[in-house]
């Protein structure tokens, strides 16, 4: 079944941006244009579903209605007002509306919510004599506004809720890394490749095993979305069930056949609380057979018996409380020694947020491509290990590296690769990124 070309922008933490773009060509993504928030693109509703079935890096994949100046909240009622919402939404349905400022002359992002909540429930109330109702909690009808100086966006969130919730974790552990960033490392560290070859993944620091349980969806073709029981697109009067149900159906087979190829899997942790919720987001993921945790100190992580190489990531603390840096030096030397004692012919993949204990590795990164962690400004160090035996323990580098902001990836749209920044970072440093102003409206 045919369906219309419509205008969609998805978006995605600043850092990942790249590898969505890459991604969304896979998906058929058409005339798609980078921005510092996301994609902008072109593409029908199938489309869109399959962004939100399969995206592994996108937070959310909005639908714009309209585009209009709004520089005071009397003109944004007004052109709210205007948009056809009886054809979306159900008189009776439910509604959200979140908001976002940059620069815009309405200085309240919740009053600007509350404003095209009343013109959408003005507007059913004055045709049907029946209104809308407001809720967050996974309503019928998601709707985004972005006020950009004095021009305003409404947009539907298919999405309804970040695309990151995959629908397999409920215990994140003491410091989760997002899905979708959790993507983003096995991507930047060429799993993918490692993966297609039989080779292993093991993550000595797995927490609560986002990064297994990524790792295993993507070696197994895996649909992302496939668990989540709610998307924005569900209560939309728009919306096209037998075209969702076949595609479903296709992520169903591909996962079947997905899981006999699955290359070997292993976590470990030190903490029992974090193995808890690891193994409880495997078995919510289906993955309890596929993906081998045990309990495990980093300074007895060896190669498990009879894996092939493969690639080691690891996300160790950053220590950002103070006090905490000192303490955790010991950590990252005891890792660099593991890896280079027992892991020769592996890749290895360390994310981190602090400059100075990633030089208590002790091991040279070939490539540190930038990835935020919410606010915080990270890099994914590269290394590949050598065969060779070590003759003493190499000298740490200084408690600075130079910035180097590409790094080579299979991608399926080559980018051109400018000269590295050589910009020097000092070790206490922690960059924070703008802030925006963000609401929702209530009743």
Known sequence: MKTEISDFFVTAPRTLVALLASELATLAAQEAQESG????????????????????LASRILLPLATFRAPDAEALYRGAATIAWEEHLAA??????????????????????????DAIVDRFRDAFGVRPSVTQERPDLRINLHIEK?????????????????????????????????????????????A????????PMCGSGTLLLEGALMAADIAPGLLRGY?????????????????????EKRRLAGLGGLPPIFGSDSDPRALRAAHANAARAGLSERVSIIRREVAEMLPP?????????ANPPYGERLGEEAALVSLYETLGRRLKEHFGGW?????????????????????????????????????????????????????????????????????????????????????????RTVASASM
Do not use: M
């Open 231 to 251: 998307f924005g697109f569900l209560g939309w009067r728009r919306h096209q069930p037998a075209l969702w149900e076949g595609l479903i159906a296709e992520a």
């Open 92 to 117: 009776e349905g439910t509604l959200a509306v979140d908001c976002t400022l940059i620069d815009a002359a309405i200085r309240h992002s919740h009053y600007a919510a509350l404003r095209v909540k």
């Open 305 to 313: 018996e009879g894996a092939p190489v493969g690639l080691v990531v």
């Open 347 to 435: 890749r290895a993949a360390v994310f981190t947020g602090n400059p100075a204990l990633a030089g208590h590795l002790a091991l040279r990164a070939h490539c540190r491509p930038s990835l935020d962690n919410g606010p915080l400004r990270c890099r994914l160090l590269h290394f590949t290990l050598s065969t060779r035996p070590q003759r003493g323990a190499e000298p740490p580098p200084p408690a600075f590296f130079w910035t180097a902001t590409t790094c080579s990836v299979t991608e399926t749209r080559p980018k051109v690769s400018s000269r590295p920044s050589r910009r020097l970072v000092s070790p206490g440093r922690r960059p924070w990124t703008t802030r």
């Open 37 to 56: 928030a996301g994609v902008a693109c072109r593409g029908d509703l199938v489309f869109a579903y399959r962004v939100c079935l399969w995206s592994r």
């Open 196 to 203: 297609a070859a039989g080779g292993t993944l093991l993550d």
């Open 150 to 194: 004095d021009v305003a966006t409404l947009s539907l969130d298919l999405s309804g809720e970040s695309l990151h919730r995959r629908g397999y974790r409920e215990d994140g552990g003491l410091a989760p890394l997002k899905e979708n960033l959790a993507a983003a490392i096995l991507l930047r560290a060429g799993w993918p490749e490692v």
